[in-house]
């Protein structure tokens, strides 16, 4: 009674204490909530209640009140006491039109609407602690539940503890004493495992049973007491048994509500993702569309501001999805083979307008030594440098940033690249860089509070970094800025080199002056120019740079680099001086600027300008701009990778080519026709076995994913059922991730070639198994011939096909490519309708087999960005996700229709050439 009594006292003293403590959190917590509350609705209602938009209001207002302690939100117009919209709580609770002011006991906050510093109106809210007091008390009856069921436990475990010390053991010998002087068997012994006094009496008992029998007794002690052991253990095998069994039942049922809840997630995640990016696509897709029209200047801020706040909403939903993939495990890599410094400029096009908004340089350094292919996958890397330069950008108020790339060879095909992110802004203390990379950590609240975001951008980097093979860390200091590093090691793409930049005999060597006041840029555009050739001289103003002018009259430069902001004197302002000595033929000027383009367009007419360089510079833009300032025309090497025409080295081999899909096949056709093969095709498995069956062939490129019978399926019946041990078969598959090469190796095959097809991957894998004499000799391929574009190649207007890449896929062959293109269009018109249709009548799995098609076939023609819709789409297909696959077949349709004008226009511009 004493501990039930001491209990239930702590119980009370403890309950008033939590309960003033939780009270005083909970109101605390509300207040908070309300202040968050009016501050969010204060910035979101700004463009409906300008827009008078009472429908958007009330979605505003219904979304907020879906906490059910928010009693009222009223939005009033510029009196504050006109209700223009509002919602509040009945009795019920449910949401209603206002109709009168709320009373009781209640949390108030009101906040102003305003546009330009004027207010427009006012928000106020309401807030209840009602819930507060059922909290508490639910609080209270389960630690008043907790405590009893602790005060029965100790009075138990109080109660089998003197069970078995005392009262088990005096029984024990008064049933033996008993027994024996029953029986008269002075055999049996007392087995009791105690200490103290009671250990004393039963050795007593046992000795004056051990004097009565001797050694006959002694053996049947011995006996009994084995016996007993026995038993004893057999029972604690039994009781562990039952135990264990019941313990792996309650893991399964574990296991199994846990798989549950992580599908029920995955569901939810995707419903979530469909649901709010269907609306925010429409919502930028129109605000970028409007922007394009003619707009007053504060329409087109606010488009501006629209447009910015979806990209930065839907940056943040993926990267809640894709910290979702990757705490479920289900974060995959692709391995394609991409251009990595066009990926790095890419980058920095992104970046542009926050950085003429923000007046911080962005420097792009590649170092030579970086390759221009790897293998990896893209739009990973992507994301991380994204997600990097967008944190650089966000907590750096003025100076640089700055996107360092360079590389160490690891072997003959493989390569470390190393990433650096360096900016100058707020810096990270050494005690927060420990935990920067876990999930929803930030510097500190504050952070938060000013800069936003949700802390998972480095940790989806670190994963992503991770499944690269790479690390990832960070060197900063607060006040000095911060600097990330990450490193990856992809295989090196084949037939790929740094580019080399040659000048004409009357460039190489020439002096040039740049003039920039950022370090950086200046460091970067010297290596720049002393790559390409020339001698550069760097100042970093341009009152210095004039001085140098005069100095070297005799001896002019051959050009000058300026910026066109610079400290005390601008670029352009320097220019017209320049202007009053030298011609622009004399002294060439080149001005680089990250200023909007019509203002520096405007600056450079009046100021004798001679070419205008856009920021970020890239190299082989301003290597471009300098060839064109002095009347060169720009080698094709710098503009693509050049075409290689194979000469017919496969000449009296004979191939079978595999393919359900009739561009994929086209392309594989023109690849190979250059090379001398003959070349037979079958549409899908099952024909492929029937015509080897019949024909002989040298070796088979066998598609995976086909109608009647896969590859899998039909080289298993080559190797098997016709006994073809030796024929070469290559599986030629878009199947690209991590596994599927092993699984083709599994199936039987001999080699792989991903898709979409490299040309000299392709060729070279032939040759391996066409050619082995050859290579195993080690003898040089015979030397091939430089095709080129067309004279009036300028594709760069095509944004939805890389038209370099599909020319130098094929052979360079202009008109061929326009015949596959238009194969491409005619053959696809259906694509929609059909995978609609699919969709309506819940066929994904056709739908997936059909989009599978179209990314293979998009791929072969480097339409890169129809691929990856097609892709999305077949995910989704794939995943049975029906309103994803809906979303993504919009996307799709879109990207079809933008590749369709792209052939469109193609074939028209070059039928008569």
């Not at 920095?348 to 792009?364: K, Y």
């Not at 360096?422 to 876990?438: A, R, V, Y």
Request: aromatic fraction near 6%; include cysteine; charge should be negative.
């Amino acid at each position: 009674m004493l501990i039930i009594f001491i209990s239930l006292a702590s119980f009370v003293v403890s309950g008033a204490y939590d309960y003033t403590a939780m009270r005083t959190s909970m109101l605390q917590e509300l207040n908070e909530k309300a202040d968050g509350l009016v501050e969010r609705l204060s910035e979101s209602l700004i463009t409906p209640l300008w827009n008078v938009d009472q429908a958007a209001i009330n979605r505003i207002i219904l979304s907020e009140m879906n906490d059910k302690r928010v009693k009222a939100i009223l939005v009033t117009e510029d009196d504050g006491q006109n209700v223009f919209a509002g919602k509040i709580r009945d009795e019920s609770w449910d949401i209603v039109d206002f109709s009168v002011w709320p009373t009781g006991e209640l949390v108030k906050r009101k906040a102003e609407i305003t546009i330009m510093n004027q207010p427009i109106g006012a928000v106020e809210i309401f807030l209840t602690p009602k819930f507060i007091k059922d909290e508490l008390y639910h609080s209270l009856m389960s630690s008043l539940l907790r405590t009893m069921l602790l005060v029965i436990l100790l009075m138990v475990t109080l109660f089998v503890t003197m069970r078995r010390i005392l009262i088990a053991p005096i029984i024990k010998l008064t049933q033996t004493a008993k027994q024996i002087s029953v029986d008269k068997n002075y055999s049996a012994r007392v087995d009791l495992k105690v200490k103290g006094e009671m250990k004393t009496l039963v050795d007593n008992f046992n000795n004056m049973l051990q004097q009565i029998d001797e050694q006959d007794q002694k053996l049947k002690e011995y006996s009994g007491q084995l016996q007993k052991k026995i038993h004893q253990s057999n029972k604690n095998l039994e009781d562990s048994y039952k135990e264990l069994k019941q313990i792996n039942k309650e893991l399964e049922y574990a296991k199994d509500a846990a798989e549950t809840a992580s599908k029920s997630k995955s569901q939810f995640m995707a419903n979530v993702s469909h649901e709010i990016r269907t609306p925010m696509n429409a919502i930028i897709g129109m605000a970028d569309l409007t922007l394009s029209t003619d707009l007053g200047a504060k329409q087109r801020e606010f488009l501006k501001i629209i447009l910015s706040s979806g990209r930065v909403l839907l940056r943040l939903i993926n990267d809640i999805l894709d910290f979702s993939k990757v705490e479920a495990g289900k974060l995959t890599l692709e391995e394609v083979n991409y251009n990595l410094h066009q990926l790095i400029h890419e980058i920095s096009d992104l970046f542009v307008e926050q950085m003429v908004a923000s007046q911080t340089e962005l420097v792009i350094d590649i170092r030579p030594d970086v390759p221009q292919r790897v293998i990896g996958d893209p739009l990973r890397l992507k994301q991380v440098l994204v997600n990097l330069t967008a944190n650089a950008f966000k907590f750096t108020n003025e100076g640089e940033v700055t996107i360092t790339v360079s590389a160490d060879m690891i072997t003959h095909n493989k390569t470390e690249i190393v990433f650096a992110i360096k900016d100058t802004g707020i810096g990270i203390s050494e005690e927060i860089q420990p935990h920067l990379f876990e999930a929803f950590k930030q510097a500190d609240g504050s952070t938060t509070r000013k800069y936003g975001g949700t802390g998972l951008g480095l940790t989806i980097s670190k994963r992503i970094v991770d499944l690269m093979g790479g690390s990832i860390w960070v060197r900063s200091k607060p006040d000095y800025g911060s600097t990330f590093f990450f490193t990856i090691t992809p295989e090196i793409a084949p037939d790929t080199s740094a580019t080399e930049y040659t000048l004409p005999a009357e460039l190489n060597e020439a002096p040039v002056l740049v003039i920039d006041d950022n370090l950086a840029v200046r460091s970067v555009l010297s290596r720049y120019l002393t790559q390409f050739g020339f001698v550069p001289t760097t100042v970093s103003s341009a009152e210095e740079g004039l001085e140098l002018i005069e100095k070297r009259k005799d001896d002019l430069f051959k050009f000058i680099l300026i910026d066109l902001k610079l400290p005390d004197m601008n670029g352009d302002e320097a220019s017209k001086i320049i202007r009053k000595t030298y011609s622009p033929e004399e002294l060439p000027i080149l001005m680089i600027t990250s200023t909007e383009i019509d203002e520096a367009l405007s600056k450079a007419n009046e100021s004798g300008i001679t070419k205008l360089i856009s920021k970020p510079i890239k190299q082989t833009s301003l290597y471009e701009t300098i060839l064109n300032t002095f009347g060169h025309e720009v080698h094709k090497d710098y503009a693509y990778e050049p075409f290689k025409k194979i000469e017919e080295e496969f000449n009296g081999f004979n191939i079978l080519l595999v393919e359900d899909n009739p561009i994929n096949q086209q392309v594989a056709v023109q690849i190979l026709t250059a090379t001398g093969l003959t070349i037979d095709t079958a549409l899908n498995g099952k024909e492929a076995v029937e015509k080897i069956q019949n024909s002989s062939y040298d070796l088979v490129l066998m598609d995976i994913q086909m109608p009647e019978m896969d590859g899998y399926e039909a080289t298993g019946i080559i190797r098997n059922q016709l006994g073809l041990k030796e024929l070469p078969v290559i599986a030629m598959t878009a199947h690209a991730m991590r596994g599927d090469k092993e699984k083709c190796l599994l199936a039987g095959m001999d080699d792989y070639i991903p898709k979409p097809i490299d040309k000299d991957q392709m060729i070279s894998t032939i040759r391996s198994f066409l050619l082995k004499e050859e290579s195993a000799t080690g003898s040089e391929p015979k030397s091939r011939d430089k095709d080129s574009v067309p004279a009036s190649g300028n594709f760069i207007k095509f944004s939805e096909i890389n038209i370099y890449e599909a020319l130098e896929r094929i052979g360079g062959d202009l008109d061929i490519l326009i015949s596959i293109l238009q194969n491409f269009t005619g053959y696809n018109t259906d694509f929609i309708a059909e995978v609609e249709s699919m969709l309506k009548e819940d066929k994904l799995k056709e739908a997936g087999d059909k989009a599978h098609t179209l990314k293979g076939s998009a791929a072969n023609i480097s339409a890169s960005e129809l691929a990856f819709a097609a892709l999305s789409l077949e995910k989704a297909c794939k995943s049975h996700n029906k309103k994803e696959a809906e979303s993504a077949l919009n996307k799709t349709a879109y990207k079809l229709e933008q590749l369709s004008r792209d052939i469109t226009l193609l074939s028209k511009e070059y039928a008569d050439k």
